[in-house]
């Protein structure tokens, strides 16, 4: 992946769709596959990162029509079963080919409620592009049709030019609902529960909606306009959304049941404890987990200096810990809120790294250097208590571990430092413990997750649970979809219940 100017990819699209789109119904599979995939635009590498301003500018016009004609239309639709909530993707593709936007929309509404955000962060590649015939054909998993940039494009085009549908709801029926967490997860319950027509109250710890996806997400990967314009929506469809409520605190779990009345409650409070090494000098001024450091910046808006209410230190050469999406986030973050040189070290290689191949090159052409088979041994600080530096130790792969990704092994001896002012920890959440902890007739797992039946029910009754706060930290679609199952079953037990 390199950087293309916007408008030499917009001159190629418009020459090549002149050529295609007079026979665009009569294209045979050969032909389809050989029309180029086309590269979003995006901002310059060396100006993005100095703003927070959203990298993906999206496919224009021309372009989703071209990507969307590479589609083979496949009698068994193979991507449909890569994706979580189960899009008709051949049928809002063959939509977007023929210009018909507004139909694309509703198709992808049929099952999801968050195009506009699984467009933009879901990971397209390893869920329904990993099962498209057109990468398979051509042997490689990047040469799919981008599924993911074309959803986001229906998206975006329904949101700007009708502000977005709302789906209808069914006479009111008397139940009330209870959702805590304002995430993918939970959103997809309101919305579902809602449209059935019982009356939702979603919780929010927060002094704002949208959960990880306005906490943890940078603007520069999902506007925090984006997510509002979904709880935005939610609101027109007369959900109550109620913030800084902490279940747990500002009321018991089972307190919502047994004296305020609700018929059912959802608990999708996601995975936001930190994790952290557990080595010497994470004590020290300067240490952050990725989770404080991302909160900090995006929901708080720390990189606005002069107006913000939290600030952030201001550091000059940062080392993140760690090798996935947030990792990168936390990395790409740092340079926007001033750092002049990011380390990112993480102890197997770039092969085995859970981020996104694209967060991955983004964060390499935006200079986070990328220190691989390296990890913490200590932090070091000076006589005030700040960090100064880290000292890390070279590894090597030994055989695979029961991630299925090969054990990372320390080279004895191998010890180097390099000079750093801020470290942060970006090396996994847990599922956030205040629920659990003040309600025991909650059944969790050794890890603190959850535990619910194949119908999202949990141990105690009409309480119901999905998302992180049941598998750990995962992705928005695989919350949804957790969302989904439960939202069926609240319907089934509400409706049974007469």
Known sequence: MSYQPPEKLQQEAERLLKEVNPRASELKPKERMAIPPQTIPEQDPAVRRHNMNEVALGYTEEQARLEAMRCLKCKN???????????????????????????????????????????????QETQCQEH??????????????????????????????????????????????AIIGTGPASITVAADVRREGHAVTMLEAFHKPGGVMIYGIPEFRLPNDIVEAEIEGLRRMGVEIKTNFVVGRTRKLKDLIEKDGYDAVFVGTGAGLPRFMNIEGENLVGVYSANEYLTRSNLMRAYERDRADTPILESKQVAVLGGGNVAMDAARSAFRLGAEEVHLIYRRTEKEMPARVEEVAHAKEEGVEFHVLQNAKRILGDEHGRVKAIECLRYELGEPDDSGRRRPVAIEGSEFTIDVDTVVVAIGNSSNPLISQTTPELKVNRWGNIEVDEDNRSSMDRVYAGGDIVLGAATVILAMGEGRRAAEAINAQLRDEG
């Open 77 to 123: 639709a193979p991507c449909i079963e890569g994706c979580p909530v189960r899009i008709d993707i051949p049928g809002f593709v063959s939509a977007i080919a023929e210009g018909d936007d507004d139909r694309a929309a509703q198709i992808l509404k049929r099952n999801s409620l968050l195009p506009a955000v699984c467009g933009r962060v879901c990971p």
């Open 132 to 177: 498209c015939t057109v990468g398979k054909a051509l042997k490689d998993r990047d040469q799919a049709v981008a599924i993911g940039k074309l959803e986001r494009f229906a998206a975006d085009r329904e949101r700007e030019h009708n502000g977005g549908a709302i789906p209808g709801i069914q006479p009111d029926t008397g139940k009330k609902v």
